[in-house]
């Protein structure tokens, strides 16, 4: 599956709801992401896909970049089901791990 189909597989399962993994709960709550749920929703909408994991034991899900509120990037992994998209995680990409777009991993030396 391409990144393609999987952000067209995103896009219909969002339509219908979010739902919202506790581990992503934990993770958007922390006092230095304050991670709302509507940027959550910004970035599945509106953004891209970044990497796609098709063997995830959780079932398909990509990795997506989008921005939130004041321009600042967010990265949000999901997963397309049935009846919802559900939120893995979503947090605050550091230029340290991801370089300057924020697009590709930097390799650890």
């Known amino acids: 599956m391409t990144g393609v189909v999987i952000a067209t597989l995103v896009l219909?399962?969002?339509?219908?709801?979010?739902?919202?993994?506790?581990?992503a709960?934990?993770?958007?709550s922390l006092?230095?992401?304050?991670?709302?749920?509507?940027e959550v929703?910004?970035?599945?909408?509106?953004?891209?896909?970044?990497?796609?994991?098709?063997?995830?034991?959780?079932?398909?899900s990509c990795l997506m970049l989008g921005e939130g509120e004041g321009g600042r990037k967010i990265h949000v992994v999901c997963s397309p089901k049935i009846d919802f998209l559900a939120i893995i995680t979503a947090y605050l990409p550091t230029n340290f791990e991801w370089g300057n777009s924020y697009r590709i991993r930097r390799k650890k030396i």
């Open 12 to 23: 219909q399962a969002a339509k219908k709801k979010l739902l919202f993994l506790s581990h």
């Open 25 to 28: 709960v934990r993770q958007m």
């Open 41 to 60: 929703r910004r970035v599945v909408e509106k953004g891209e896909v970044i990497e796609d994991y098709p063997n995830d034991p959780r079932g398909h």
């Open 31 to 38: 006092p230095d992401r304050m991670i709302r749920p509507v």
